[in-house]
């Protein structure tokens, strides 16, 4: 995250992705879903998180964000959108419960790493069994 973004985790729905997709877009920012792909693909009550990554400057100041949504399925979408400061700061914070959720569910994809190999080695040999 740059230094000179907004801090915030914002709470989105559906409905504000969409306009904020069509403003973005007729503003010649980044957009990274257009409004008329997130009504298809994205779950109607879904409500989502944003945060700012990046600060631009052109064509006009605006914040790079990053967003992850429920989509239709059971997947997620994460994508990124360019918001006006007054559209950023508009939004809701995401209430603690909500970041708490955010947290478990990426560190849910976070692989576990394996054991290293030297603590395998002393499993093996406690068990009876060498690794080659």
Known sequence: ?????????????????????DKARALHLGVGRRSDWLTGHTADSSAGALWAILRESHPQLSYRCQIVIRHRGDGVENFLLDLLPEDLQRLPDLPEEGLVQLARWALSYVPVSPLP???????????GHERA
Request: aromatic share 10%.
């Open 1 to 21: 995250m740059g230094f000179d973004v907004p801090k915030a985790i914002k709470r989105v729905t559906k409905s504000d992705l969409v306009a904020l997709s």
């Open 117 to 127: 190999t030297e603590y395998m080695a002393e499993w093996d040999r406690a068990r």
